[in-house]
C-alpha cells in the first residue's frame, strides 16, 4: 500500500481499547474542525466534525472533544478494531479553506 | 464505482516532462480541489475551483496548472516537472453546501519524476 507518512507520531493500541488521538492548532479564527482517515492506498475519508462553539461531539465509536483554551482537538475510538489502522488528519476550516495537520499513524494489536 | 476517480493511479515521469492528472467525480458537486501529499506533511492545496469558469490558486501552486473542463471534471498539470515534485496527488470535492466541512476524495495518484 502507499506510504503516507514515513515520521508520523504513532500510536499502538491492543484491539478492544480506547484509543486518544490528539491535535493541537494554530487558529483561534477556524470555524469547524474536522478528523479525516486515511487507510493505507487510499484517499482520507471524513470522520466527524465540530463547530467551534462546541466541546464535544459524539459519532458512531468516535467523539471529538475541542478545547479552545489551550487550542487541543482530540479523537477518542472506542473499542479500538483492526480496521482502524490507519493514518488520522485534524482539518481547520477556515471560511472556504480546509488546512491539515500532519497527522498520527494508529496501529491496532491484535 | 468510485464517486472520484484519479487516472493514473501511478505514474513515473522524467524531468522536464508535461504531465496531466485527470480526475472526475460522479457526486454532482460544484467544488474540485487538487492536494499533495508528501511524507511527514499534511495535505497542501495546490488549486481549487468552485465551479467551471472559478480557478483559484493554492498554497503551493508554482509549477502546476489546472483546466476545469466540466462540473465533473478538474485536471491537474505539470508543465514541466522536476523531481521535487515527486509525491501523492489527491484530488476532492466538496458540495459547497453549509459549512462545507466534509470532502470526498480520490484513490490518489502517485507520481514520481526521474
Known amino acids: 500500500g502507499e506510504s503516507v507518512g514515513l515520521h508520523l507520531p504513532t500510536l499502538s493500541v491492543q484491539e478492544g481499547d480506547n484509543s486518544i488521538i490528539n491535535c493541537a492548532y494554530s487558529?483561534?479564527?477556524?470555524?469547524?474542525f474536522i478528523w479525516y482517515k486515511q487507510e493505507s492506498g487510499k484517499g482520507p475519508q471524513f470522520i466527524i466534525d465540530?463547530?467551534?462553539?462546541?466541546d464535544k461531539r459524539q459519532g458512531q465509536r468516535v467523539t471529538v472533544l475541542l478545547n479552545k483554551t489551550v487550542k487541543h482537538l482530540s479523537l477518542q475510538i472506542a473499542a479500538t478494531q483492526p480496521g482502524d489502522s490507519a493514518v488520522y488528519f485534524c482539518?481547520?476550516?477556515?471560511?472556504?479553506?480546509?488546512?491539515f495537520g500532519a497527522g498520527t499513524r494508529l496501529f491496532v494489536k491484535a | 464505482d468510485a464517486d472520484v476517480t484519479q487516472t493514473p493511479r501511478n505514474r513515473i515521469t522524467k524531468t522536464g516532462k508535461r504531465i496531466m492528472l485527470e480526475c472526475s467525480q460522479t457526486?454532482?458537486?460544484?467544488?474540485m480541489y487538487w492536494y499533495r501529499q508528501d511524507p511527514g506533511l499534511g495535505l497542501r492545496l495546490i488549486y481549487y475551483?468552485?465551479?467551471?469558469?472559478?480557478?483559484n490558486k493554492g498554497e503551493i501552486s508554482d509549477g502546476y496548472s489546472v483546466s476545469r473542463q466540466a462540473q465533473a471534471k478538474f485536471s491537474l498539470s505539470l508543465e514541466s516537472a522536476i523531481p521535487n515534485q515527486t509525491a501523492l496527488y489527491f484530488c476532492?470535492?466538496?458540495?459547497?453546501?453549509?459549512?462545507?466541512?466534509?470532502?470526498?476524495f480520490g484513490q490518489g495518484t502517485r507520481l514520481t519524476v526521474v
Open positions: 457526486k454532482g458537486h460544484d467544488r
Open positions: 482539518a481547520e476550516k477556515r471560511g472556504f479553506k480546509t488546512i
Open positions: 476532492a470535492t466538496s458540495p459547497g453546501t453549509g459549512f462545507d466541512t466534509e470532502a470526498f
Open positions: 465540530i463547530r467551534s462553539n462546541m
Open positions: 475551483s468552485f465551479d467551471v469558469k472559478d480557478i
Open positions: 487558529n483561534s479564527a477556524s470555524d469547524y
